[in-house]
């Protein structure tokens, strides 16, 4: 049976059961979640699906919009001078979805929470550059670079330049609460457009809009997001009229992106994200194995049939769209080049490896297409899949030789994809689970860091892609493209490019 005709038999079904949910009401906006959020605290948001909630309950002084650009939130403006001091000021009237006001005071109360070891935030990295951070992990009683001016003002001094710091204080881990009024129960007062005003773990999250924000919604009552782990029975439950946006699965993209039916609802946009297949550097030492696995997959292909042509072979691994992205000549696909350059590495009869997945369908596939053309170069490899908690953990601690991966960017900043994924001292857990290493990418991505003037940091980030590249740490596969397919009912939704960056402020809801 293709999988057009399961989603249709079991759209049917739902259909005809109710699916337990009734077709979705005229005032709810009903939106899926693949994975259900542990944590709906801002100072422990790890995932997307924590990470999107989060967004819309909590506001922080810098905002992503759906275009994935910086936007003032809870700051009306600021001023950065010479790149390690800044000054934001608060919006006039902000308050909490309590009704309580909004002081600057309450900037530095969430910042200190995060940075506070009692806290135990695991995304403390997010803020620790502001100066004296250290100090007051270390048992200082405040945060020296931390302070309220006066009610509305707040400013900050980093130990050193950091360009990236703006688009970090648009994470979940910089978002303000109520520090006063944070409850057992893991769900602290923002001051978001948004309130968390139910949530079953495992099962669904509803949002009503905040009363006080002044982007708050008036086209709809609600926000359901519901747990719906399997991309198809999300189709089937689209088709059904009991979700109101979908995420179109990559093997049902052409369906969609082609139907007249839908077509014309089809909101397409690149990601801020990369596929890649993630390769122990502490086992492959040697360059010429590790650029003859890149050579020996035939990328282009695998877009077209797994990827519905639904994206843009990577290579490097910073996104098209953000300052940084270069096109170079890539590694192309040369099955007889890859068996040369094993050969003359020591492997001329063949070269066996284990590929570690999560469990996913989608990545069944993707894992399964480049055992294929692995094999046609002389690899022999083995799947091997994990659930999630399993496969992060023995990839995080360098037990596999090699991996199946995404990284979705955070912020919209070309760092992202750069110091977390490479840096030497990210290695395991910190994001560079490749455990790749080379001083000289190091120095210059930091380097680049502290590079305050645009168009000089951007020329960076590319040279030092370019030379990261050459070293095929990874084997570098595409940078996908979204498709959301909408509700007929529904207007005013923009698919945003980061997660973090919903706006459903003018979303309406017809009957």
């Known amino acids: 049976m293709t999988t057009r005709a399961a989603a249709a038999l079991l759209a049917a079904a739902l259909a005809l059961a109710g699916c337990a949910h009734e077709r979705s009401a005229p005032d709810v906006l009903e939106l899926a ?116 001016r006066d009610d509305s003002t707040v400013v900050l001094e980093l130990d050193e330049p950091f360009a990236p710091f703006l688009a970090m204080l648009a994470l979940p881990a910089a978002r303000i609460v109520d520090v006063e009024s944070v409850p057992d129960d893991g769900l602290p007062v923002g001051a978001g457009p948004w309130v968390v005003s139910e949530w079953v773990r495992g099962d669904r999250v509803v949002l009503t809009p905040n009363p006080y924000h002044p982007r708050r919604a008036r086209g709809v009552a609600s926000v359901r997001y519901r747990v719906i782990p399997e991309p198809f029975t999300r189709v089937a439950e689209f088709e059904a009229g009991t979700l109101d946006v979908l995420e179109v699965p990559d093997a049902e993209a052409a369906r969609f992106r082609d139907d007249p039916a839908h077509a014309s609802r089809v909101l397409r946009r690149p990601e801020l994200r990369v596929f890649y ?91 399964e297409a480049i055992q294929g053309y692995w094999s046609e170069a002389g690899v022999h490899t083995r799947l091997v899949r994990r659930e999630w908690s399993a496969f992060k953990q023995a990839v995080s601690a360098g037990k596999v030789d090699a991996f199946l991966l995404d990284w979705f960017g955070d912020y919209p900043d070309a760092e992202n994809f750069l110091f977390p994924l490479f840096h030497s001292e990210n290695q395991g857990g910190g994001g560079n689970r490749a455990f790749f290493s080379d001083p000289e990418v190091d120095r210059r991505i930091v380097a680049a860091s502290r590079t305050i003037d645009d168009a000089a940091r951007a020329r960076a980030y590319a040279s030092v892609d370019s030379l990261i590249y050459a070293h095929a740490p990874w084997v570098y596969l595409y940078f996908p493209t979204t498709l959301h397919v909408v509700s007929p009912r529904v207007s005013g939704y923009r698919l945003p490019r980061l997660y973090l960056g919903n706006d459903f402020s003018n979303i309406r809801k017809e009957p």
């Open 33 to 148: 979640l693949e994975t259900s959020p542990n944590r709906l605290d801002p100072a422990f948001a790890v995932d997307a699906a924590e990470g999107e909630i989060c967004a819309l309950a909590y506001d922080g002084l810098i905002g992503i919009s759906p275009d994935g650009d910086l936007v003032p939130a809870l700051a009306r403006r600021w001023e950065v001078e010479g790149g390690r001091r800044y000054v934001f000021h608060l919006r006039g009237g902000a308050r909490f979805s309590n009704g309580k006001p909004l002081r600057a005071a309450d900037v530095v109360a969430s910042f200190q929470r995060v940075l506070d070891p009692a806290t135990a935030s695991p995304r403390a990295w997010v803020l620790d550059r502001i100066h004296g951070s250290r100090d007051f992990q270390s048992g200082a009683p405040t945060v020296s670079g931390l302070a309220a």
């Open 277 to 367: 297949v993630g390769l122990n550097n502490q086992r492959f030492t040697d360059q010429r194995v590790r650029r003859a696995l890149n050579l020996a997959v035939n990328v282009p292909e695998i877009i077209r049939v797994l990827a519905g042509g639904e994206g843009v072979p990577a290579h490097g691994s910073i996104p098209p769209g953000l300052p940084g992205h270069r096109d170079r000549p890539g590694f192309g696909y040369d099955r007889e080049e890859a068996r040369r350059l094993l050969a003359e590495a020591g492997y001329a009869n063949g070269l066996d490896i284990e590929l570690w997945q999560r469990e996913s369908a989608e990545g069944n596939r993707l894992a």
